[in-house]
């Protein structure tokens, strides 16, 4: 499984999760910044907000995480809604639906992430930062 990491306000990729029993305990994370500099740091539990790959890429070959905020068409206009694991669907919503239903799901081919709503962005290019 695939993680990415909150802290300090910006979006971290996951490089090593320390686990203790059954919870984790900190994680070393990186970052490229701006300069295309290779940044990183060690965080204790608490200290940043951990977010699962759903697995799926957007329409750019991006991969779509929890907290993702989204684009996508909808009965001819576009709807935006904020990836999440839902325990009912038993997966992330949107992309899920519930067993033995008709209810609408989402098609990642389509979809297009444009920001974070953690780090409370949305990009007029529709890419995440």
Partial sequence: ???????????????????????????????????DEVLGAYSNHG?????????????????????DLISFPFMGTK????????EQRTGFFPFSAPLNSSDNYVDARFVEIIGSSLLNTITQSGTSK
């Fill in 1 to 35: 499984m695939k993680f990415k990491a909150i802290f300090k306000n910006q979006s971290w990729d996951v490089r090593t999760l320390f686990l203790q029993e059954s919870s984790y305990t900190g994680a070393r994370l990186s970052r490229v910044d701006e300069s």
């Fill in 47 to 67: 200290e940043f907000t951990l977010l699962r790959d759903t697995g799926l890429v957007d329409r750019n070959g991006t991969p779509i995480f929890e907290g």
């Fill in 79 to 86: 709807a935006i809604e904020v990836v999440r694991w839902d």
